[in-house]
């Protein structure tokens, strides 16, 4: 379906945000028709800090995700990026984009490129990197996310946690301010899940700010600087894993996590 115009009112600047905060979001609200999926998110993400957000299906968080970067246009309200407000139809979109970085559940590779050349691509059309520039950077994200050896394999010869390594190092190369990830690790087999995560992990530690939607509570566990917990489009709770985890406040954020114990 296609996009539909911003129904806010005219950007404005951010209001007096925090120099390190990265990501504000402002009363944001998202419908499809007469389906409110969103209703008054607000949330700041901080630079070098990670964020997973967890919550049942149809709560929001992906639509959430979705709308950092205008791949779902907002309803009301506003995000701000770097001190830009996304929501201002003046804002060059596709310039932004190039400091959000984004890993789907699909991996979403060119099955007709090589691994290396999948990384190449976007880096060559959209910021015209020389393809020798291109293809060192490719490489060298690659052997980060352990695939050094695998830059000349289709994407058909890949098993399909080093396709969403690929998909991680693709989005790398454009050297991103933010990385977002939407249930990266969903549509994985149980024993490939451990070195997509353990790619994002490293990330983690390396001080890449990350947006993380995900089921993996172990990981929100080990990695996360803060749990957020959505439902019914809200933003119901909110805190340190150990917070959210251990002595959860909502009753709805108790019931959810009581099922998946």
Do not use: W
């Not at 289709?154 to 790398?172: K, T």
């Not at 939607?213 to 172990?218: A, L, W, Y």
Request: glycine share 8%.
């Amino acid at each position: 379906m296609a996009a539909t115009s911003v129904k806010v009112s005219s950007a404005r600047p951010a209001p007096q945000l925090d120099e390190n905060v990265i990501v504000s979001i402002q009363s944001l609200q998202k419908s499809f028709g007469d389906t409110e999926v969103l209703r008054d998110v607000n949330i700041d993400v901080h630079r070098g800090e990670v964020v997973v957000v967890l919550g049942p299906s149809g709560s929001g968080k992906s639509t959430m995700l979705r709308c950092i970067n205008l791949l779902e246009v907002p309803t009301g309200g506003h995000i701000y990026f770097e001190g830009k407000d996304i929501t201002d139809k003046k804002t060059d979109i596709n310039k932004l984009r190039t400091g959000i970085g984004m890993v789907f559940q699909s991996f979403n590779l060119f099955p007709h490129l090589s691994a290396k050349e999948n990384v190449m691509l976007a880096q060559c059309k959209v910021l015209k990197r020389s393809k020798e520039e291109a293809e060192a950077i490719a490489l060298e994200e690659l052997r980060k996310v352990g695939l050094g050896d695998r830059a000349d394999y289709m994407p058909s010869e890949l098993s399909g946690g080093q396709q969403q390594r690929v998909a991680i190092a693709r989005a790398l190369a454009m050297r991103p301010h933010v990385m977002l990830f939407d249930e990266a690790t969903s549509a994985l087999d149980p024993e490939l899940v451990r070195d997509v995560l353990g790619v994002m992990k490293d990330l983690a530690r390396e001080g890449m700010t990350m947006i993380v939607v995900t089921h993996e509570m172990g990981f929100a566990r080990d990695v996360a600087d803060r749990v957020i917990f959505m439902d019914g489009g809200v933003v119901v709770e909110e805190g340190t894993p150990e917070a959210v985890f251990d002595h959860p406040q909502n009753e709805r954020t108790k019931d959810f996590l009581g099922h998946i114990a």
